[in-house]
Nanobody
């Protein structure tokens, strides 16, 4: 069973940066995808970015392209989400998740993810 531990959230001013980490334990295969999702108050869970470990294919939501970068350190089994030029609309609770799905079109779909970490709060002030 994959277990995920997210960390790295905090409060920053607009234009600032944060790096989220997602430590994964119980990962025994390369055929997994690690995703980052966020949920703002009153909103649904939005797919932000994802990393397919098998071939390093990545996904980014349009709203974060060119600002966020997802990486995966195989030695540490840890995914990172580097968030630059943060905007107030990035404020949300961020979750990392893991799925065995290899379908690119599902990388941003929360329902296909089997394991979830606890959320970490990101607050961006203007």
């Amino acid at each position: 069973e994959v277990q995920l531990q997210a960390s790295g959230g905090g409060s920053v001013q607009a234009g600032g940066s944060l790096r989220l980490s997602c430590a994964a334990s119980g990962v025994t295969r390369d055929a997994i995808t690690i995703g980052w999702f966020r949920q703002a108050p009153g909103s649904g869970r939005e797919g932000v970015s994802a990393f397919r470990k098998w071939d390093a294919v990545t996904y980014y939501a349009d709203s974060v392209k060119d600002r966020f970068t997802i990486t995966f350190d195989s030695a540490k089994n840890t995914a990172y989400l580097q968030m630059n030029n943060l905007k107030p609309e990035d404020t949300a609770v961020y979750f990392c998740a893991c799925t065995r799905s290899m379908v690119v079109q599902e990388m941003y779909t929360a329902r296909v993810y089997e394991s979830w970490g606890q959320g970490t709060q990101v607050t961006v002030s203007s």
